[in-house]
């Protein structure tokens, strides 16, 4: 399974787009890139995910370049409910195995 | 539709005794996954089962640790002789299949949190 890096904590002011980054230098060919959200005292939240290139839903956007080396998580204007803890997984196809890092704290301020 | 339904919502217990934590998965969902999650951690993977059957044990921190899941729906995670150690959120979640071209998303309850006095 891909092992995935992401910054500890970010914090935002509402309106604004929010980027978070994730490196997987290790991903494999058939993995794909998942991203969840999980608020206090809640479990996490499916938000997206993709392969390659953009993926986009009501929710957010996934970029992943051609290297597939890393991506971007896009939350395109905050909300102060957008406050949250942003997870990126590398996850293989047939797999059950999910593994969830600490993820990212985000903070978005009014 | 409902979603993941996990009880009880808290739990506090002394050492030494057993608890056992409830989850209802969606109904359809073939795989089933327990996971735990300490203060401010991220989740530790516990155990999977696609229908009845856990093919993968690995997680479970103990053999203290037991689940079972039967007529492929509830699943039950029991923990014995409880230490303090044990405290923590104890989440579930469902998806509806693992299969060779699909990675289902995963669908959690809001968890069980567990304390140990």
């Known amino acids: 399974l891909a092992k995935t890096t992401q910054p500890i904590s970010m914090d935002s002011y509402e309106g604004q787009e929010v980027n978070i980054t994730c490196s997987h230098n290790?991903?494999?060919?058939?993995?794909?890139i998942t991203w969840y959200q999980q608020f206090p005292s809640q479990g996490p939240r499916f938000i997206i995910q993709?392969?390659?290139t953009k993926v986009t839903n009501e929710v957010a956007s996934l970029f992943i370049p051609a290297d597939r080396k890393s991506s971007t998580l896009s939350l395109p204007r905050v909300s102060l409910s957008d406050t949250a803890v942003y997870y990126c997984l590398g996850t293989k196809l047939g797999t059950y195995k999910y593994i969830f890092g600490t993820g990212t704290r985000l903070k978005v301020l009014a | 539709g409902a979603g993941v339904s996990q009880s009880p919502s808290n739990k506090v217990t002394e050492k030494g005794k057993d608890v056992e934590l409830r989850c209802d998965p969606i109904?359809?969902?073939?795989?089933l996954y327990w996971y735990r999650q300490s203060l401010g951690q991220g989740l530790e993977f516990l155990i999977y089962?696609?229908?009845?059957?856990?093919?993968?044990k690995s997680g479970l921190p103990s053999d203290r640790f037991s689940a079972e899941r039967t007529g492929g729906s509830v699943s039950t995670l029991t923990i014995q002789r409880t230490q303090q150690e044990d405290s923590a959120v104890y989440l579930c979640?469902?998806?509806?299949?693992?299969?060779?071209?699909?990675?289902?998303?995963?669908?959690f309850g809001n968890g069980t949190r567990l304390t140990v006095t």
């Open positions: 089962f696609q229908g009845n059957s856990a093919p993968d």
């Open positions: 993709g392969y390659k």
């Open positions: 109904s359809g969902h073939t795989a």
């Open positions: 979640a469902s998806s509806l299949r693992q299969g060779a071209r699909e990675n289902s998303p995963l669908h």
């Open positions: 290790n991903i494999a060919t058939n993995d794909y």
